[in-house]
């Protein structure tokens, strides 16, 4: 594996992937390796987004799904859902007994969400949509 601007030498990182497949703690694997404990939690952190990316990218949503918008954050007190001030909108589509896909998403309007649900959901064979 090859991270751009890495100052962790070959053998560093090898010993880091080892640890991260043997599911070894960062704290742990940083003092085996013998590297800042703060440098292999930042590696693992790579690692963990590389991997979602890459299982993101690999295969769509199959079979019977749910999606639904929720909105997170925000202090102001008494308003709730969407005219609260500083809430964050999140969309989420649920494979049922399977994954997950979540996206922040600037409105919860028919043309932010429909060509993300078109995207991610892979239609089946004798199904309308």
Known sequence: ?????????PFQVNRLLEHF???T??????ELVGIHRNTAS????????????????????????????SYFGGCRKGKRARGAWG???VFGILQRG???????????????????????IAEEEGCAR
């Open 1 to 9: 594996m090859h991270i751009k601007y890495c100052q962790l030498r």
């Open 21 to 23: 497949v043997a599911v």
């Open 25 to 30: 703690t960062a704290r742990m694997a940083s």
């Open 42 to 69: 930042l590696f693992y952190h790579h690692l963990r987004q590389t991997i979602a990316q890459q299982l993101e990218d690999v295969s769509p949503i199959l079979g019977p799904i749910e999606v639904d918008e």
């Open 87 to 89: 809430k964050v909108s």
């Open 98 to 120: 399977g994954r997950v896909y979540t996206q922040v998403i600037p409105n919860a309007k028919r043309k932010t969400l429909l060509p993300i649900i078109e995207e991610r």
